[in-house]
């Protein structure tokens, strides 16, 4: 689990650089290919 939670926090800090909109959407795709519904993105 915490290696998919940094791979996960390194993948954010790179996206927000494109529009934290887009990050959202890829974010939300990953987790719900790794069977994870219930996620909650917390905004820093």
């Known amino acids: 689990v915490e290696k998919f939670e940094m791979a996960l926090?390194?993948?954010t800090y790179e996206l927000e650089e494109q529009g934290y909109g887009v990050?959202?959407?890829i974010q939300k795709q990953?987790?719900?290919k790794a069977g994870i519904h219930n996620f909650k993105l917390t905004n820093p």
């Open 23 to 25: 990050a959202v959407d």
């Open 30 to 32: 990953i987790l719900k």
């Open 9 to 11: 926090e390194q993948s």
